[in-house]
């Protein structure tokens, strides 16, 4: 079965900084990656997703995720923290099994940006 | 368009109690699921459905029922309420069934089971 893995339950970074909130997957086949947000009290948005082509995947609020397939990972990337960023990420990966199409998701990542 | 929309946004059941959790989209979607959301768990999909009248189980599918009668609707039936299914509900919906689109969610449903 797929299946992604996001190690660090927190991530803490001051506003300015680059952040990197890191992700693996194990997939048999091509990997189709996943990022989300969800702020407090509300639901998933998408920020960006990667299925073929270049290896850096620019998203929403200027997220990128880096796919490195030597490594199987899919880190989501950001030049300049924002506090607004504050958010719990979540990876996830396309799992074809079964009748359709499912999302794996990670157990998401905590992003703490202070001041 | 509204999107994907849940109702209620809270709900407080007693052990046994049944319920049904709503879920509506308006943008013509064929794939809809139902997920639940656990500290440290991450998101576990619960039941899915690639069309009208198709429905299969996802990760944790014991003691929800689904069914897909139009293309808008997709309720989550709890039979019989359990403390373990003291959690928060995301219902989303994605235009393609193969997975190659994002998808949309709803803000979540509430659960506490006493």
């Known amino acids: 079965a797929q299946s992604v893995a996001q190690p660090e339950d927190q991530v803490n970074v001051a506003e300015g900084n680059p952040l990197t909130v890191k992700c693996t997957y194990s997939v048999s086949g091509n990997p189709y990656l996943f990022w989300y947000v969800q702020y407090p009290n509300r639901g998933l948005q998408f920020l960006l997703k990667?299925?073929?082509?270049?290896?850096l995947v620019k998203g929403s609020y200027g997220f990128e995720a880096e796919f490195n397939k030597s490594q199987t990972s899919f880190h989501l990337k950001k030049p300049s923290a924002l506090v607004s960023d504050s958010a719990l990420y979540f990876c996830a990966v396309r799992d074809f099994s079964g009748t359709a199409s499912k999302l794996t998701f990670g157990t998401g990542t905590r992003l703490q940006v202070t001041l | 368009n509204a999107g994907v929309t849940q109702t209620p946004k809270f709900q407080v059941l007693k052990t046994g109690q049944s319920m049904t959790l709503q879920c509506a989209q308006d943008?013509?979607?064929?794939?809809m699921s139902w997920y639940r959301q656990d500290p440290g768990m991450g998101l576990r999909l619960i039941h899915y459905?690639?069309?009208?009248?198709?429905?299969d189980q996802g990760e944790v599918p014991n003691g929800y029922n689904v069914s897909r009668s139009t293309t808008e609707d997709f309720p989550l039936r709890l039979l019989s309420a359990a403390p373990s299914q003291t959690s928060v509900y995301f219902c989303a919906s994605s235009y393609s069934k193969q997975g190659i689109y994002e998808q949309y969610f709803g803000p979540g449903t509430r659960l506490t089971v006493t």
């Open positions: 459905s690639v069309g009208a009248g198709i429905t």
């Open positions: 943008m013509n979607h064929e794939y």
């Open positions: 990667y299925i073929t082509g270049d290896n």
